[in-house]
């Protein structure tokens, strides 16, 4: 069966420092693979997506980046970090038009 | 651009039935899906429409109507398990296919 993993499950990181969360898949060969960001209370905003290695989309201009150095593994990035960076990330894939299937989260907390 | 609207809250009593409707704006739709979010976790997919009609899993059924860019999800038999977020998302391909989220609908379940 197929599984995701995402880690940390929390993350408390001081501004200006480097980020990186790093999510794998497991069961599946190349999966289309998903960043997505939610504020408190708010809904999924997509970041970056992945439809093979070394292919990366963006869709919000920002201090984040992505990378696919595998086929089943997505990592998300920044050099310095914002303040307006906190929120919980979640990572996603799917290898069909139907569904998603989401990791645990990482919850960022930038003070 | 593309848009989702659905309602912020809504509160209903165990044994109930309850209808969330999500309408969207997009162009390139190709489906509408339904995810459930418990406070602190991940969302869990529960259902996709990709034609009108009504698609029926267990408690749960899904609308869809392409030519009012319409969607509900029904509840039946609420439990006070079902108590979570529900967002709705629209699957579209502009160049590459995509997931946008709406912003959630917080449901209630009162004994």
């Known amino acids: 069966s197929q599984t995701i993993h995402q880690w940390p499950a929390t993350l408390v990181q001081p501004v200006g420092s480097p980020l990186s969360l790093e999510c794998t898949v497991e069961?599946?060969?190349?999966?289309?693979l998903y960043w997505y960001r939610q504020a408190a209370g708010r809904g999924l905003q997509l970041l970056f997506y992945s439809v093979g290695i070394g292919q990366i989309s963006s869709e919000v201009p920002q201090n984040l980046s992505a990378s696919r150095p595998q086929d089943r593994q997505f990592i998300l990035s920044s050099k310095k970090l914002l303040l307006s960076d906190s929120g919980f990330y979640l990572c996603?894939?799917?290898?069909?038009?139907?569904?998603?299937?989401f990791g645990s989260g990482t919850r960022l907390t930038v003070v | 651009g593309q848009s989702l609207e659905q309602p912020s809250e809504v509160t209903a009593v165990e044994g109930a039935i309850v209808q969330i409707n999500c309408t969207y704006q997009t162009s390139g739709f190709y489906g509408l899906s339904w995810y459930q979010q418990h406070d602190g976790g991940a969302p869990t997919f529960l259902s996709y429409?990709?034609?009108?009609g009504l698609e029926e899993t267990g408690r749960f059924s899904s609308f869809l109507s392409r030519s009012d860019s319409y969607g509900y999800l029904l509840l039946q038999e609420l439990q006070m398990k079902d108590s979570a977020s529900y967002f709705c998302a629209v699957r579209s391909y502009t160049g590459g296919f995509k997931t946008i989220f709406g912003a959630g609908t917080r449901l209630f379940v009162k004994a």
């Open positions: 069961g599946t060969s190349n999966p289309n």
């Open positions: 996603a894939w799917t290898t069909g038009v139907e569904g998603y299937t």
């Open positions: 429409n990709a034609l009108d």
